[in-house]
């Protein structure tokens, strides 16, 4: 998701940073960063020591955070300003890294955990399905747009 964004948006090759992979422009005459941590999932938070850093920056207003969870089904996806982690360990690290859950997400479907899968782990590590890979790409237009709509917010 992050990769189709900085394409939308004519953005720079990602680049190392601390963390993370990240790139950076304006869009609609807004700045705008693209992080994508390289840290495991469950430490996601460590990704925004740069963002935090910045004495100007207010996750409320300047965070949108997102993510897969299988806990909402594939093909579709949630935007909330704001809202508990709900169990997603990911969420969870960010959290914990900026004291607050006064964030937006945007949650990208990627379940139901297929019947009989003992470990979620292995679930959302493993490939998708060409038919998931549809319905994901068919979506990703409405999600860019949703991301686009709260840039412009």
């Not at 005459?29 to 935090?52: E, Q």
């Amino acid at each position: 998701m992050a990769d189709a964004v900085a394409a939308r948006w004519g953005l720079p090759p990602f680049r190392r940073a601390e963390r993370a992979r990240a790139t950076e422009g304006v869009v609609d005459g807004v700045p705008v960063r693209v992080l994508k941590p390289t840290t495991y999932m469950n430490r996601s938070g460590a990704a925004l020591a740069s963002l935090r850093a910045d004495a100007a920056f207010d996750p409320a207003r300047d965070l949108l955070i997102l993510v897969d969870d299988f806990q909402i089904p594939i093909g579709t996806f949630r935007l909330r300003t704001e809202g508990s982690a709900g169990g997603h360990n990911g969420l969870k690290s960010i959290e914990g890294a900026l004291q607050s859950q006064q964030y937006a997400r945007l949650r990208i479907g990627v379940g139901p955990l297929p019947e009989g899968t003992g470990d979620w782990a292995d679930y959302v590590l493993a490939p998708f399905e060409p038919e998931q890979i549809e319905q994901v790409e068919a979506l990703m237009p409405k999600m860019i747009d949703e991301v686009e709509k709260w840039v412009s917010r």
